[in-house]
């Protein structure tokens, strides 16, 4: 593998950081990105079969060997079915429930802690709505270190119960997500572990860049009209977006190509993207009293808001939401169309293309691709 | 794909058998197996980020699209930790958890629905000790067939959940999948549907074989001194032995390659496989009460008894079983050294290579593959 070279700025000021130790940008607080010179197409990928075969575009040193658990290379899926069902001409299902822990959250994950691992950080901590928790207890075994993760108390049982058998210590605490941030910031300053916490440490959102990659390879190196993502932190959304512009960057998609429209799917009981985008903020505002089964979208406050809000403005995005009857209905059509273990939050990303053709907001001449981010199985306590 | 041709010829007594609704051998009721052609080295595989990159090796027509949900091309994780606690040069665990249905059983209906659609069958049936009956439900979807599942009411409640939410009809049963088995049989010869049980028909192992391809590729086109495989029904196994038959007859690996060492790793609770081994029979007679948590293992009079003794016996094999203390001693330590959430059977294969080497059985020398072949959460109840 031939690795990147990489800086840190700030993905809003553009204030350089340095590379040691960096968290959020030290000017104004919003999250670094890592930035590249471009990567010309036909640069050769990897030999491998996981994310890494993308580690031209990867924070990773010459010689290093990523902490990987084979994360990635995960199937697209095209429905006949679910395009029918939801309207548009044609629909893939982007399965990311066949990652290690079951979840897109291995892809983060394991960019993270091959930087951490690098840096000699005596540990890792993590605040988490579910998945990401079991996903860094992995990475941290696979890199031989300990693991805290800060989980609400209403996390689905079988995912707090695969971080305790990955060895990893599971501090369950009342509140949501945000809750558990201060408590894990507040551990990483008192410990010296490394905070993993979503968009604060800039590593997760260079692995969840896979995805956009894998997409585009799996269109043949061409991008679909729409894509949908069931967004709660909003590292997946934010890092397919810097995928597909590190590709156009380097010439890899077709001559005048550009940004699908992002569609932003939320719970209706925790919706502070979709809200602040009807309302034309560039930030959001706390979701109070944050409330859905689909635990990877109770997410009140994301650190990633006005990231987010700026890839909805810049590529004509949607956000809306789905009723948590509406996230169980295709949830279930998600599983029995297709096959795949569906979790609720790929439900919720089809409820809300389905309003969004209904509505006339998305074309039905469109081709989307469906983020499916976790199994199904993870939410059957 | 340029995809194989191939006839069905009894493993057993060589008698022909139709292509079509073929079952077991007609004569001596043993199980089929697909013949084809050398495929010679250096054919090209399929383009492919899943099994069906074998495609040259595999019973599919030309033009068929195989019914896929991106099974097989799991990792293959080395473990310096691992290989030092059983006392191994080198070894690798194979993590089937990354498959459809978080087990290796999705390679196999992949094959099997993919030929069960081809000929038009209306509808699938499997009994199941678990993970089977999910990868059933999976495929059953995908190709638009109805499933019906006859498990065990002792399968673990994670494995039946899932069944359900992939819209199979699930009948719970007493006893164990031997007396699923028969009504399975019973239920097959009454609806039309195809009988999906381990080596009663042959194409499930065809699927299996796809393991082979990718540990031999994996390494570089060479094999291992050993490889250990948790064994119930067998079809992994003997999967794996065809599989590398297939590449020595088409010069894939080095000359004067030879069959790793196949070592059979059962529970001490229901162990027909190991016992018979020990006698120096060449069939297994029912094992009893048969009783252990990891329910994959749980599988009295397997279909495929002579055909794992003839590996056993042909490879200089080794059969043996682990108590459940030292399947679960053995589980956690699989998941907390590597970040790999194992099954219950990861965790019987390590503990055999552990006694087998202690004892002098295996060389400290051998570098061996070891297969996960499930996922830890399925066992959680």
């Known amino acids: 593998m031939t690795p990147a070279s990489w800086t840190l700025r700030c993905s809003a000021c553009d204030t350089a950081a340095e590379r040691d130790r960096a968290s959020v940008c030290g000017a104004c607080g919003q999250p670094l990105f890592a930035r590249y010179a471009p990567v010309p197409k036909g640069t050769p990928l990897a030999d491998r079969w996981d994310a890494w075969r993308y580690a031209p575009f990867m924070p990773l040193e010459v010689g290093e060997v990523p902490v990987s658990l084979g994360e990635g290379l995960t199937p697209m899926i095209e429905s006949p079915a679910l395009a029918a069902a939801t309207g548009v001409r044609r629909l893939w299902i982007k399965d990311e429930s066949q990652n290690p822990t079951v979840s897109f959250k291995a892809r983060g994950m394991s ?14 901590v993590v605040p988490t709505a579910g998945n990401a928790g079991a996903a860094l207890a ?66 997760r959102v260079e692995g ?108 004509n995005g949607i956000a809306d939401t789905a009723s948590e009857e509406a996230i169980r209905d295709w949830t279930l059509r998600l599983a029995t169309a297709t096959g795949i273990d569906a979790a609720p939050e790929g439900g919720c990303a089809l409820s809300v293309l389905h309003d969004a053709v209904t509505a006339g907001t998305l074309s039905a001449d469109a081709e989307v691709v469906v983020f499916n981010t976790g199994s199904g199985a993870s939410y059957r306590a």
């Not at 993270?112 to 540990?123: D, E, I, L, S």
């Not at 108390?153 to 605490?173: N, S």
């Open 111 to 124: 960019a993270a802690v091959t930087r951490a691992k690098a840096q000699g950080y005596p540990g890792l």
């Open 138 to 203: 992995a990475y941290g075994a696979a890199a031989g270190l300990p693991v805290r993760v800060f989980a609400p108390r209403t996390t689905p049982r079988p995912i707090l119960d695969t971080i305790e058998a990955l060895g990893a210590t599971l501090v369950r605490i009342e509140g949501h997500i945000g809750d558990a941030g201060k408590l894990a910031i507040a551990y990483a300053a008192e410990s010296g572990y490394f905070n993993v916490s979503t968009l604060r440490e800039p590593y």
């Open 208 to 315: 969840m860049k896979t995805m956009g990659f894998e997409m585009a390879e799996q269109l043949g190196w061409r991008l679909p009209d729409a894509l949908v993502y069931p967004t709660g932190g909003g590292e997946g959304t934010i890092g397919i977006w810097k995928a597909i512009n590190e590709l156009m960057a380097g010439g890899w998609l077709p001559e005048g190509a550009k940004q699908p429209r992002y569609v932003v799917a939320q719970a209706a009981g925790c919706a502070p993207i979709a809200r602040a985008f009807a309302a034309h903020e560039d930030r959001a505002t706390p979701w109070v009293d944050p409330v859905t089964y689909a635990s990877g979208l109770r997410v009140p406050s994301p650190l990633g808001d006005r990231l987010l809000l700026r890839v909805l403005r810049e590529t």
